[in-house]
């Protein structure tokens, strides 16, 4: 959001340029707004860093004030504000969900949420699922992408376990794809990415087919059938050849959930 034009920065020292930042900032949920937009993302690492010399707890009362404030008026707007944590190699300022949950009771607005990201937790060491579970009550937004910065499915990521968690934890929200390197182009990056999901999030029946047919000769026992009688679903572990690979003959596990509708 804060990338350009240069000189923003949200907890900046300079009382002008938090100023000009949140004006910015204001201006920004005023377009989303009449874009009928709903979520915006706080990223942008270089614009909440804290720079040598800086005192800490204040950076964190100027990001506090400047947040506070967007959000109130987000609120008016009927526009989301998600609050994202980032690995430690982009930031020194909220680099883990449980900062962001910090920040965002502080902030104490229904505005201002969390978004988790799966490539930061990933390069943060954080496990994706538990975070989900720890914090899933503060949860709005979800990137899904991988720890090579790519599309979700291309790197070492176990996502089975992921989608089963925001499964068990009522998570309704969209699953939008974060990626940083844009080759071959846009489409075909999207494509593979829904691709890569539908996989393991059935919404058709075509999708189920395609799951059907991944899961052709897979074991599961009794003991891994779990009912959650609070979201109504069933989750069922099983253990199935990794058919839709050239390497079909290894093993995987696989969480597949069904829904009363």
Known sequence: LLVSPKGLYVNHPDNEIREKTLDYFLA???LCADLEGRVMIIGSPQQRSVQEGWDADQSWNYARETFTHS???AQDKDVLLC????????????NTPSQAVKMIHQVNSPNFRLILDVCSTANQGLDMPTEIRQFSNDLAHFHTNDNNLYLPGSGDVDYPPIISALAETGYDGYLSTEVFNFEPDPITIASQSISFL?????QSVEDLQIISACCSEAKIKASDIKFLPSNKIFLLSLQRFNKETEDNNKIINSIIKFEFI
């Open 198 to 202: 539908k996989k393991i999030i059935a």
């Open 83 to 94: 609050m994202e944590p980032l690995s430690d190699n982009q930031t020194n300022f909220i």
């Open 71 to 73: 959000a109130s008026y």
């Open 28 to 30: 920004l949920i005023d």
